[in-house]
Nanobody, 120 residues
Framework: QEQLVESGGGSVQAGGSLRLSCAAS????MGWFRQAPGKAREFVSAIGWAGGGTVYADSVSGRFTISRDNAKNTLYLQMNSLKPEDTAVYYCAAHELRLAKVASSDYAYWGQGTQVTVSS
């Protein structure tokens, strides 16, 4: 059973930046999702197994950057120009196919989540 461990969440003022990390024990195509209070979990970004084929939600495109270090089996999400509406618990997820996936149902493994809070 794969275990994904996120880190890097925290509190920041609007306009600030945070970088999330997600450590895996193996190599997978991976993604980031988030869930705000009272809302459904939503897709944020995904990256293919080899590091290409990145996909972003419209709400974060141009502000967030997904990347990975395959030597370390670690996924990153660099979040810049943060807005209060980015406040949520952020989850990393992984699946055993090679391409970036948008649907949460495609992902077999999930991290425990890390809180990101952006104040105005």
């Amino acid at each position: 059973q794969e275990q994904l461990v996120e880190s890097g969440g925290g509190s920041v003022q609007a306009g600030g930046s945070l970088r999330l990390s997600c450590a895996a024990s193996g190599r997978y195509a991976m993604g980031w999702f988030r869930q705000a209070p009272g809302k459904a979990r939503e897709f944020v970004s995904a990256i293919g197994w080899a590091g290409g084929g990145t996909v972003y939600a419209d709400s974060v495109s141009g502000r967030f950057t997904i990347s990975r270090d395959n030597a370390k089996n670690t996924l990153y999400l660099q979040m810049n120009s943060l807005k209060p509406e980015d406040t949520a618990v952020y989850y990393c997820a992984a699946h055993e196919l090679r391409l970036a996936k948008v649907a949460s149902s495609d992902y077999a493994y999930w991290g425990q989540g890390t809180q990101v809070t952006v104040s105005s």
